[in-house]
């Protein structure tokens, strides 16, 4: 027998860490599915929006391919955002507009750059196509209650003129961090093509910088509908880009990649009033939340809150022991937060923003822990 050996850059290649599905968790814990509280992957935690269950309902012709172009969820986007509609490209979600940039753009030799730690999946798609992923680390600096990665900025500056792609999630993931307009600015005067990833720009006070699309023939924006609308079971997101890229990226597609139940819930998901009144409670609960973390910081000092402008709050612990203890602690509540093993984040823990009621609960077993010294 002979094995085929897989081509050389993904031989050592190692499946996407995602998150277990709720099903699977139940059965380990012996809980029912309902009493897990799901904090682990920065998902929407309210009910579907009611628009969106209509337009499913209502779905009828589900036997003929769905319209490759997506057009009238283009239309409407377009419009909302004040740009042409030739600016925009509907995905499978916004990782498929990752790998098809970096299919689309980097070549063998060419350099993907990114900072550290930031969303995982920019340097698993660079390596799947067998890209140099290049990361620049950030400083962690911890100032009274709070920590916060600091990037060398000139540094970078200096390793993305020698890169093909720059991808900067904005705010980032895992911490919730917002560089400035004005170190973007310096990044799109390079000839570079610069990514910029807004997944959690909506919980967000700065502001998109969709509106520099027409000034810019380098500059990319990722959105997504998994995260402030809700339908990350879906796989709907999208790009804003100069016209020529878009044109790219269409041609080398897959035809249907977005599918007639992602493209008709986007849609609908648009027009509901919902959203922007969960994105404000959220952004509530998010203050609230680092507000009773705040305080039981100060009385225990064993972590560090990163102050964060998206739907989610980093916690760096002093050492490794503490995080993991905490998160299998939760855990075995029924508390799913989402815990990291690689060596360079072994130290933190990510905490999604979920219903204000199960923050409530999150403080509660966080002080019977840190009391308990568990
Ligand atoms: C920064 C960032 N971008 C993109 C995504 C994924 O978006 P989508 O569900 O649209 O593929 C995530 C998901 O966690 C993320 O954290």
Redesign the pocket.
Known sequence: MTKIKTVDHLVSIKSYNGVKPLEVIAEELNIPVTKIIKLD??ENPYDPLPEVLAALSSLKNISNYPDMMCSNLIQDLAKKENLDANNFIISA????LIELLIKAYANPSDTVLSVSPT?G?ISFLAQVHGIKHVAVSQQLVKKESFAHYVLDENQFFDVAKQSKIVFI?RPN?PDGYVVSEKFIERLVALPVLVII?E??IEFSDSQSLAKWIPQYDNLVI?R?F?KAYGL?GL?V?YGIMPNDIRNILVSIKQPYNVNIAGQKAAFAALSSPLVDQRIVKMKKTREWFINQLKLLQDQYKTFWIHPSEACYVLLTFESPEVPKNLYEHLYSKGILVRYYSSSDMINNLRISIGLQENMVKVIEELKLFLKGGI
């Open positions: 992957g920065n979600g916004s990782d498929e969303f999946m999630a993931n990833d997944a959690y990722l997504t998994s990350g796989r997101g």
